[in-house]
């Protein structure tokens, strides 16, 4: 424990006690503050973030009582240590069941307040990772996926992705909403020495303006309404690990000089406190927009943009990814279940307004509708389009293998009425798939 360095705050008005305690801890290498009085010792827990405070139980003024009290209000994280010259068990009860981690009756040995001061910062580093853990998990951030393609467009890609990863810099993704970018957040992330810490996850599109800051960089307890405790935002859930901004062309322009001060010096504060907290945060940070145009139009700051914008991964749209979507078609699709040629075929040549994701959902879509095979019948009206070799203006034989399948529908309504249902019947086909051979062929009831 001898290499670890505390942040200490003494609260003692006995001076030669307090000079010989200030000495040791700073001959070790630690950081001390000192004040006499129980007020003076809150005034300091306001402005600064202290690893342990050191109390006598035995100030004029607020009483040993009191002052614990308050200081476990005002900062939770903040161990306690008590020291008194009349030890008793009641004090010695009443001061453990305000959570201070121990009480030391004087005189002691120096080395002995060091130790336990030690141990208290190991439970404070405990308590916060417990606390920054939990936090993680009640988001629920999504498993690690896998980037797939082949294509030189998504290639390139990779490539950028290899080379920035292990750094330190941020990275600004643009692309399509669907397009994939949490995914290449999260490869640059498991690229990176901080891929042992979990990465974290903020939409601000998802975020009502009013909650972005509190949620991005924590709040105090009542420092708005509804604040019935304090919180750590993301930024601090983060440190030593990545957060992923997603959307951050929504970032409101008010916040935008506390993301820029986080960025420059790693320093933030949370609302409705005056204390400066410091993280070490790597930023990756992704939108759909023209965050150019956005800066020129007054709506992204300037500084900001540069900052972010060390290295721009630009991810393109799956209608410009030649080859690829017959690989994510066949990952997506899993086991049990094959698709015939039409359906493949309606899938490889869609043009998917919504990227990966418009095509995960159709997937998901036709495998809880189909049996084993996936057919057209299970794929949504819109990928129904039909191609050049099905056109009535198709020469030679496909012209006319398809004059003679028009004209068969034709005969085939035209012996049952216009029944749909029975034509379908004697076709041998879905009413569905009926409805679309006459929209083809141009065949109105």
């Known amino acids: 424990m001898a ?6 705050l003494f609260v003692e008005d006995d001076p030669d006690f307090v000079a010989g305690c200030i000495r040791w801890f700073q001959r070790n290498g630690h950081s001390v503050t000192h004040t006499t009085s129980g007020q003076d010792g809150i005034d300091q827990c306001v ?3 202290f690893d342990v405070a050191v109390l006598d139980w035995n100030l004029p003024g607020l009483s040993g009582l009191e002052l614990v009290q308050r200081m476990r209000d005002m900062n939770p994280e903040t161990e306690i240590i008590v020291l008194t010259g009349e030890a008793t068990i009641e004090n010695a009860v009443e001061s453990m069941r305000q959570g201070v981690f121990d009480f030391l009756s004087k005189p002691f040995p120096m080395g002995e307040l060091e130790t336990r001061c030690l ?38 890609v990779f490539r950028l992705v290899d080379r920035v990863a292990p750094t330190d810099s941020p990275v600004l993704i643009e692309g399509e909403s669907g397009t994939g970018k949490e995914l290449v957040a999260r490869a640059i ?14 939409n601000c599109a998802a975020l009502p303006e009013q909650l972005v800051e509190s949620e991005l960089f924590g709040h105090e307890k009542g420092s708005f309404t ?15 690990s990545t957060l992923f901004i997603d959307e951050i062309g929504e970032l409101p322009l008010a916040l935008q000089p506390k993301l820029l001060r986080v960025l420059e010096d790693g320093s933030l504060r949370r609302v409705g406190s005056e204390k400066e907290r410091h993280v070490d945060v790597r930023i990756v940070a ?3 927009r023209n965050l150019k145009q956005e800066v020129e139009e007054g709506r992204f700051r300037e500084d900001l943009y540069y900052r972010i914008n060390v290295l721009t991964i630009g991810l393109p749209p799956l209608r410009e990814r030649s080859g690829d979507i017959s690989l994510l078609v066949n990952h997506f699709l899993g086991k049990g279940y094959e698709l015939d040629d039409d359906a493949r075929s309606a899938l490889e040549s869609y043009h998917w307004p919504g990227n990966i994701r418009q095509l995960i959902n159709v997937i998901k879509r036709a495998k809880i509708l189909a049996d084993d095979v996936i057919t057209m019948d299970d794929l949504p009206e819109e990928l129904d389009v039909p ?39 004697i076709l041998g086909v879905e009413r569905r798939k009926l409805y679309r051979m006459m929209k083809q062929h141009g065949i109105e009831t």
């Open 47 to 49: 402005k600064h973030d």
């Open 119 to 156: 141990r208290a910062l190991e439970r404070r580093s405990l308590r916060r990772e417990n606390a920054l853990l939990r936090e993680v998990i009640d988001r629920a951030i999504r498993p690690q996926t896998q980037m797939i393609g082949q294509s030189e467009q998504i290639a390139k």
């Open 3 to 8: 290499d670890k360095t505390l942040d200490l």
């Open 189 to 202: 992330h498991l690229g990176n020495a901080r891929a042992g810490r979990p990465m974290v996850t903020v």
């Open 387 to 425: 191609t050049s070799a099905s056109s009535t203006e198709s020469v030679d034989v496909e012209g006319s293998l398809i004059s003679l399948q028009r004209d068969h529908i034709h005969e085939v309504l035209g012996q049952v009425s216009g029944n749909k249902s029975a034509a379908a019947r």
């Open 226 to 240: 509804g604040a019935t405790a304090a919180k750590p935002g993301l930024f601090e859930v983060a440190n030593g």
């Open 286 to 288: 992704a939108t759909n």
